[in-house]
């Protein structure tokens, strides 16, 4: 069967992309879990140990707080508590950590830091999948054991407020709730007052005994403006107030009950430096974590003194702290001003810091809150969970509790690590805990004989050290067996990427030819005996692993049809490789015959594309070019800008030979039909167009301004790269250094506005994009349709795109102009050179509008321009039509100049084969280096978020290829 080169590209990319799917799906991996049922089940708690005695400790230990009230605000940085706008703006909370009421600690998230994933490793302790990125869209209920299913069982009564993503992920747990959505981010006001609003009557209450507060401001004014804005210290002051009243009231209620209460401030996540979270910083991973309670109270040293001060300069602050700390005044507080010591006039800045008795945060995981909250509240630990009890909220308490508490979290991780390692007993946090259990046995010995000597105060103190030891060392190991990879699926899915990307490695020749079409037979495979071979093999291997494995597997779990679908699959395209392979060895014995005749060559150009693309694939293996890979891209295209200047150049001076040099001509059309080889037994694999011998002095058939723009086209191009490249700084290693963006805001009505003119445009292009088809209208038709769609794809980008972000849409469509009126027409470039460079400049412009490999840097305020409430679809497509515009503008003006330029319907299946094989390339060599690198150090921090913008791209990369397809089908009908 004949296909278009088009056609059979689309196709490929098509099965490519099933192929993409099946490998993540084995690569991102499901993180470590019990063997138990995921439901609550009432198990005895594991007893005290004990040695030649009985212990009758057989039960929980009872709850150490009587309420327990969460405050999670969103985004919440560690400095913005502990920094300096911790001490401006959250006075009341600097008091709380300073005092001593508390425990200060700072909280590290694991990536990907986003709302859902965050909320579950809070919850369960466990460590979230990183797939879960995607699933933070819309939740589903969380069947894992947690804090929240432990409390509902154990008869506790739980009130939710703020974000709707806790009432997703624990539907039926809250006798009270109140959801907003986490996801209309320029909302800053409301979405808080709404949470607030409830806080009077519910804390007059006493009918609950958990709270949840989710609040959502803070991190919607990251996302719209940056940590910089001045809406954050406003923010902050708020959420201060917002913890000041909780307390409060909580220790006004504590009077009248025996347990005092729990204050939790958490955050989910940090906020980077641009506003978004997502990836792995410094500033997206570390969190506050304060827990406030009485029963924490401590007084300060005997030798810490306590300095508050005006400040007017922070040197003259600086310099007054260092003056006091080696100062040997005994008084408790001083009031200092800089120049007058007197009292500070009302409204003036403060500053406090302690003195002799500095108290840093300790760093801690983010899972490790489970245990504490599981213990505090009297429930058992999440079995799922690998955090560790954070010690200093139980210290108070006496020996035997303390050491009761760390051997139920000790035992509860022993039994995770049993279930998932099947060589635990040579762990060493296993025979730590062996070793910890046996002191803790003849400890309790001891104390039943009601031996309170310094030898059993000696040995509980070691018992307890050993026990945090075996914590610390279960915990770590644990945590390192979240990558369990499906690595059958894995290799399934590369082996059919692999096969695709030969497949058109191997029809190049063909598909590149004059006709533009290519004989893929369809029968001759299936009724092949190498397909039946292939087949059996792979039904036999499929029965081994499904049999054999101890772990998990996505293609075991699927139906016996299904999963004979996969092999058929896999089998058909081999024998299609081996089919074109012995075409292409057949091929070149008969061009070796004829090689005098051939004079096809590679032109700098082509070697520049060549190694260009190779040179990205291959930086693709170090963490550090994935992390700036807008370098590579920005090195490559001011590379081809100083090329094509280059080429202008050669032709309109004289040369020294007769070599065959191209044409400037402006006045003829885009030839995309008339290649320069035209054997008929031989094709080319790249191809030229038009490369006539003509006198270098046609330039000066130019008109005047002609001229001086085709040679001044480059460097002005060049130029326009340039500014684009300071105008968002992006990355990781510069991403904090200034840039010209500055952030502004719409209107609502004014956007919807756009829409319906958007619409309408569309609307118009895809008409007479089907008049084109169907009543066969013409050339002209088709092509004002395709730049009809063109157009209302540029001013949908024009409403998107932040406003700092106009010049990179202004500049995109500057060059474009410049490329094809006096680059790619005058130089008559083939359709693979304008093909690669439209592919080059679409991936530059992803990242000169502020884009990165890193999460973070997903704009995803874009999704709610002109909408007044989230709309999931709508959201979704505006968001991701926002990030990915560069790509997609580039891609549909290929597909408008090649339809309104080419005078040969060969033209759009060479651009959309050649568009397959350079969208195809960077993604299969890119699984097989992940895979490879599927150990490394940065594995989820910087690998893994290429892999899904990889993806990503990949079907930018199959719609291109559908559309030039259908672009082809109608050229052929006319």
């Avoid at 138990?36 to 039960?59: D, F, I, M, Y």
């Avoid at 065959?660 to 001509?665: D, E």
Wanted: glycine share 6%; charged share 15%; net charge neutral.
């Amino acid at each position: 069967m004949r296909l278009g080169s088009g056609t059979f590209a689309a196709c490929c990319v098509v099965v490519e992309v099933l192929g993409v799917v099946l490998f993540l799906r084995g690569f991102f991996p499901a993180p470590v879990r019990s063997s138990s049922s995921s439901k609550h089940q009432a198990e005895p708690p594991a007893p005290e140990p004990s040695a030649g005695a009985s212990s009758n400790w057989t039960k929980l230990p009872p709850p150490l707080f009587s309420k327990v009230v969460i405050v999670l605000i969103d985004a919440l940085r560690d400095d913005f508590v502990f920094g300096s706008k911790g001490v401006k703006f959250m006075p009341y909370t600097t008091y709380l950590v300073e005092k001593g009421a508390s425990h200060s600690f700072v909280a590290e998230a694991k990536p990907p830091t986003v709302t859902m994933p965050r909320i579950k490793a809070l919850m369960t302790g466990s460590v979230p999948g990183f797939i879960d990125v995607v699933m933070n869209l819309n939740s589903p209920a969380l069947l894992e054991d947690n804090v929240i299913t432990q409390a509902k069982a154990a008869g506790k009564r739980i009130i939710s407020y703020g974000d709707e993503t806790w009432v997703k992920l624990f539907p039926k747990h809250f006798v009270e709730y109140d959801g907003t959505t986490s996801f209309f981010v320029s909302d800053y006001t409301e979405v808080d007052e709404n949470v607030t609003r409830h806080l009077d009557k519910v804390l007059k209450r006493g009918d609950w005994d958990v709270l949840i507060l989710h609040y959502l401001g803070l991190d919607h004014i990251g996302h719209v403006s940056g940590p910089s804005s001045p809406l954050i210290g406003r923010k902050l002051s708020e959420m201060d107030g917002v913890l000041m009243k909780i307390h409060t009231a909580l220790l006004s209620e504590e009077r009248e009950t025996l347990l005092p209460s729990l204050l939790v401030l958490c955050g989910d996540h940090g906020m980077s430096e641009t506003g978004g979270h997502g990836a792995s910083s410094t500033e997206e991973v570390s969190t506050p974590l304060l827990l406030v309670s009485s029963a924490f109270e401590r007084k300060p040293g005997p030798h810490s003194r306590h300095l508050l001060f005006y400040h007017d300069l922070f040197a003259e602050e600086t310099w007054l702290c260092v003056l006091w700390s080696l100062s040997a005044l005994s008084a408790d507080v001083f009031f200092v001003h800089p120049v007058n010591p007197v009292w500070p006039a009302r409204g003036s800045r403060f500053r406090s810091c302690w003195l002799g008795d500095i108290r840093h945060p300790k760093h801690v995981q983010q899972t490790d809150l489970a245990a504490t909250l599981a213990i505090g509240l009297g429930l058992p630990i999440p079995k799922n969970s690998v955090g560790h009890l954070l010690f200093p909220a139980i210290e108070g308490k006496p020996m035997r509790e303390q050491l009761r508490f760390l051997h139920l979290n000790t035992v509860q991780l022993t039994k995770l690590l049993q279930e998932n390692v099947p060589s635990y007993e040579k762990e060493p946090g296993f025979e730590q805990f062996k070793i910890s259990e046996r002191l803790h046995g003849n400890w309790i010995r001891l104390y039943l004989e009601e031996n309170n000597s310094e030898v059993l105060f000696n040995l509980g103190t070691k018992v307890r050290r050993q026990y945090l030891d075996a914590l610390k060392t279960l915990s770590l190991s644990l945590s390192r067996q979240v990558a369990q990879y499906d690595v059958y699926s894995m290799v399934v899915g590369t082996v059919v990427v692999l096969e695709v990307l030969t497949l058109l490695l191997l029809s190049i020749p063909q598909a590149l030819s004059s006709k533009a079409e290519l004989e893929v037979p369809l029968l001759s495979p299936v009724f092949s005996l190498l397909f039946y071979l292939t087949f059996l093999v792979l039904s036999a291997v499929h029965v081994i692993v499904c049999t054999s494995t101890e772990s998990s597997c996505y293609l075991c779990s699927l139906s016996w049809l299904t999963a004979g679908g996969v092999m058929v699959l896999v089998s058909a395209l081999l024998c299609a490789v081996v089919s074109a392979l012995t075409k292409v060895l057949v091929r070149g014995k008969l061009l070796s015959k004829n090689a005098a005749h051939s004079n096809s060559r590679w032109s700098e150009l082509d070697l520049l594309i060549l190694l260009g693309t190779l040179g990205h694939v291959l930086s693709l293996g170090a963490s550090s070019f994935i992390e700036e890979e807008h370098q590579t891209w920005y090195f490559l295209v001011s590379t081809l800008c100083l090329a094509l200047c280059h080429d202008i150049y050669r032709n309109y001076l004289p040369g020294d030979d007769c070599e065959p040099q191209r044409c400037l001509h402006v006045e003829g059309g885009f030839d995309g039909a008339t290649p320069a080889l035209q054997d008929k037994n031989t094709s080319s694999a790249v191809l030229e167009l038009n490369r006539g011998c003509k006198s270098p002095s046609s330039l000066g058939t130019l008109r005047g301004y002609e001229k001086w723009m085709v040679l001044a086209s480059p460097w002005v191009i060049l130029t326009c790269c340039r500014l684009l490249r300071s105008l968002n700084q992006t990355g990781v290693q510069w991403a904090h250094r200034p840039d010209l963006g500055h952030w502004l805001t719409r209107g609502i009505l004014e956007a919807r506005f756009v829409y319906v003119f958007v619409l309408g445009i569309l609307f118009t292009g895809t008409k007479d994009l089907l008049k084109s088809q169907v009543v066969a209208a013409g050339f002209t038709v088709k092509t004002v349709g395709l730049w009809e769609l063109y157009s209302g794809f540029v001013l949908l980008a024009a409403l998107l795109l932040r406003p700092h972000n106009l010049p990179v849409l202004v500049l995109s469509l500057l060059i474009q102009t410049l490329m094809a009126k006096f680059v790619w027409k005058p130089l008559r470039h083939d359709v693979a050179e304008v093909t690669v460079m439209h592919y080059w400049f679409g991936q530059a412009f992803f990242y000169f509008q502020g884009n990165s490999n890193n999460i973070a840097t997903v704009d995803i305020s874009a999704g709610f321009v002109g909408l007044d409430t989230y709309v999931e679809i709508p959201a979704i497509f505006l968001t991701a039509f926002a990030t990915y515009t560069g790509p997609v503008l580039w891609a549909s003006h290929l597909v408008s100049f090649l339809s309104s330029e080419a005078s040969s319907s060969s033209a759009l299946s060479h651009a959309g084969f050649c568009y397959a094989l350079i969208g195809s390339f960077p993604v299969s060599a890119y699984i097989i280096l992940v895979t490879s690198l599927r150990y490394h150090l940065f594995i989820w921090s910087v690998f893994s978020p290429k892999l899904l913008y990889e993806g990503m791209h990949l079907l930018i990369t199959a719609a291109v290829c559908v559309f030039f397809t259908a672009m082809d089908q109608t050229n052929t009908k006319s």
